[in-house]
């Protein structure tokens, strides 16, 4: 397949409505850079299995999930970078000693150590099912991610685990990772593994973890509910995503 352009959305706060749906206006705005021979990738932070309903409902095929971790494109699994056993455990030792609690992920789902309140927040606080609890998952499964569960304790981590990269996405968790890995490697891994590297990207997002995913594309788009410092990175910034910023970003740059 041969694609004019690459576009990459991040979910909350850019690609969903306030109630972290796609609408109509969306799902037809995909068909129509599809049909334009753009593909459309989610890029974020959550799994597979929080995106499934998400990727159906928009008609979107490619993700790039787990904030790099792991690639999909056209339904077919491309890349998966893991954190060691070793590594999981070092890090539920530390989470324990904070009274913390950790999940991990890969591209079938996720499994908790234990029910804490912050943990229930931030499940609901993204409206995804709250996992099973297998504390120990990490000993007969990949891993390609790590979520913090807790309000705190940021510093402790950071200083700790050098080789791992922190996100703090919600109030109450923190998405772990590999070091270095992020939306942006996951985008340049993406775009070198279809050989379209003179292919012109796309990059919308809102948040602080988007920074890496509008630097690693040509055009940067933030949303108008993005939080500043993207906005000064960004190259336009759109509506709001409750206003049809996806879709007035689009036709601006002429991708439907």
């Known amino acids: 397949m041969t694609y004019k352009a690459l576009t990459f959305f991040d979910l909350d706060g850019t690609l969903l ?15 129509a850079l599809r049909a334009n021979d753009v593909l459309p990738i989610i890029a974020t932070g959550r799994t597979e299995t929080e ?43 530390a989470a324990k000693e904070n009274g913390d609690e950790l999940c991990y992920y890969n591209e079938r789902g996720y499994r908790a150590t234990g029910y804490t309140e912050e943990m229930i927040g931030a499940y609901n606080y993204v409206r995804s099912p709250l996992p099973e609890i297998d504390p120990l998952y990490f000993e007969n499964d990949r891993v390609n991610m790590l979520l913090v569960l807790g309000v705190g304790n940021d510093d402790y981590y950071h200083e700790r685990f050098p080789e791992l990269t922190f996100y703090r996405n919600t109030p109450f968790s923190i998405d772990v990772v590999k070091k270095g890995t992020s939306k942006g490697t996951g985008i340049k ?28 594309c040509d055009h940067k788009i933030a949303m108008g509910n993005g939080i500043q410092e993207l906005k000064e990175l960004a190259d336009f910034v759109t509506l709001k995503n409750t206003e049809g910023g996806i879709v007035h970003a689009l036709k601006h740059f002429d991708l439907i």
């Open 51 to 93: 995106v499934h309903a998400i990727r159906e409902a928009a008609g979107i095929t490619s993700n790039i999930v787990m904030n790099g971790a792991f690639i999909r494109i056209d339904g077919k699994e491309v890349y998966s970078d893991t954190i060691s056993s070793t590594l999981c455990r070092k890090m539920l030792d």
């Open 189 to 216: 891994t993406l775009v070198q593994l279809l050989g379209l590297e003179n292919i012109p990207t796309y990059g919308f997002g809102d948040g602080s973890n988007d920074f890496a995913l509008l630097e690693a």
């Open 17 to 31: 409505d306030e109630h972290s749906q796609i609408t109509t206006e969306i799902a037809e705005a995909m068909a």
